[in-house]
Nanobody, 119 residues
Framework: QVQLVESGGGLVQAGGSLRLSCAAS????????MGWYRQAPGKQRELVAV???????NYADSVKGRFTISSDNAKNTVYLQMNSLKPEDTSVYFC?????????????WGQGTQVTVSS
């Protein structure tokens, strides 16, 4: 079992920045990748960014050049630096972890953290 705890969400004006953090905890963790997804009201959950244990990163087109994902493998923590925020970035952001464990490969989600960008 893996628990994901997110922090860093909040209210910011357009053009501002926020930094999200997500720490994974549990025994015998072997994380394949960690990422951030977001889901706005009435919309499907979408991938924002993902980073593999080896440091390979992928971003949604809508956030390229503005958001940066990074990780600290020793701490099993992933970060999302969000710059030049736009009102359309307003969403609940969810941390995700793709994990190998004794029981096999599993996917875990955080509880979500609200990001609100005002114009």
């Amino acid at each position: 079992q893996v628990q994901l705890v997110e922090s860093g969400g909040g209210l910011v004006q357009a053009g501002g920045s926020l930094r999200l953090s997500c720490a994974a905890s549990g025994n015998n963790l072997s994380i394949i990748s960690m990422g951030w997804y977001r889901q706005a009201p009435g919309k499907q959950r979408e991938l924002v960014a993902v980073i593999s244990r080896g440091g390979i990163m992928n971003y949604a087109d809508s956030v390229k050049g503005r958001f940066t994902i990074s990780s600290d493998n020793a701490k099993n923590t992933v970060y999302l630096q969000m710059n030049s925020l736009k009102p359309e970035d307003t969403s609940v952001y969810f941390c995700n972890a793709d994990v190998n464990s004794l029981t096999g490969r599993s996917n875990y989600w955080g509880q979500g953290t609200q990001v609100t960008v005002s114009s």
